[in-house]
């Protein structure tokens, strides 16, 4: 999988981004979720979803909701720790 570069346009669909803990993982959320809110206009809506073991079930469901309709082509941001891994 390629890297992310600000030089290039960013890769169609999701992307899934391997942490190391449920703090790290919601941190992340939340700083991407504000950066990117900030360049809506630009970049249309990004789906922001933390993927971790010891989420209520209701949010562990969100990985399955489709992504936003793009302004332009994109997808899903998913912050994941390993310990879902089989």
Do not use: W
Request: aromatic letters at 6%; glycine letters at 6%; proline letters at 13%.
């Amino acid at each position: 999988m390629p890297l992310i570069s600000s030089t290039q346009p960013p890769p169609r669909g999701d992307i899934l981004v391997f942490l190391t803990g449920n703090e790290e993982i919601e941190d992340a959320c939340r700083k991407t979720t504000n950066k990117v809110g900030n360049k809506e206009e630009q970049v249309g809506h990004v789906k922001v979803v933390p993927l971790y073991s010891t989420l209520p079930p209701a949010k562990l469901q969100k990985i399955f909701e489709p992504a936003p309709p793009p302004l332009i082509e994109g997808g899903k941001l998913q912050f994941q720790l390993n310990d879902l891994l089989f």
